[in-house]
Nanobody, 124 residues
Framework: QVQLVESGGGLVQAGDSLRLSCAASGRTFSSYSMGWFLQAPGKEREFVAT????????RTADSVKGRFTISRDNAKNTVYLQMNNLKPEDTAVYYCAATSRYVLAVQRSNYDYWGQGTQVTVSS
């Protein structure tokens, strides 16, 4: 089992950057593929990016490709989401998630563990 805690959200202006972090408990972080999802008000939670257990492979949603980058540091039990050139439509709660069953998964149902989320608000 793994517990996830996100941080790094906040209020920024359009064009700014943020880096979200997700710290995982336990000693088996490298056994999990990790993902980031977002949920905007009134909408369903949607896929943003995912990274393999070793960090060697990633997959990013088309809507954020070229602006958002996922990475991980297994020595620090942490996964990151670097968000550049933020837009007002990026405003959402961002969640990290973990799965030991799938690699580079994009479906919410593929993930077994979730953090509590961190709010990102982008003003125009």
């Amino acid at each position: 089992q793994v517990q996830l805690v996100e941080s790094g959200g906040g209020l920024v202006q359009a064009g700014d950057s943020l880096r979200l972090s997700c710290a995982a408990s336990g000693r088996t972080f490298s056994s999990y593929s990790m993902g980031w999802f977002l949920q905007a008000p009134g909408k369903e939670r949607e896929f943003v990016a995912t990274i393999s257990k070793s960090g060697g492979n990633t997959r990013t949603a088309d809507s954020v490709k070229g602006r958002f980058t996922i990475s991980r540091d297994n020595a620090k039990n942490t996964v990151y989401l670097q968000m550049n050139n933020l837009k007002p439509e990026d405003t959402a709660v961002y969640y990290c998630a973990a799965t030991s069953r799938y690699v580079l998964a994009v479906q919410r149902s593929n993930y077994d563990y979730w953090g509590q989320g961190t709010q990102v608000t982008v003003s125009s």
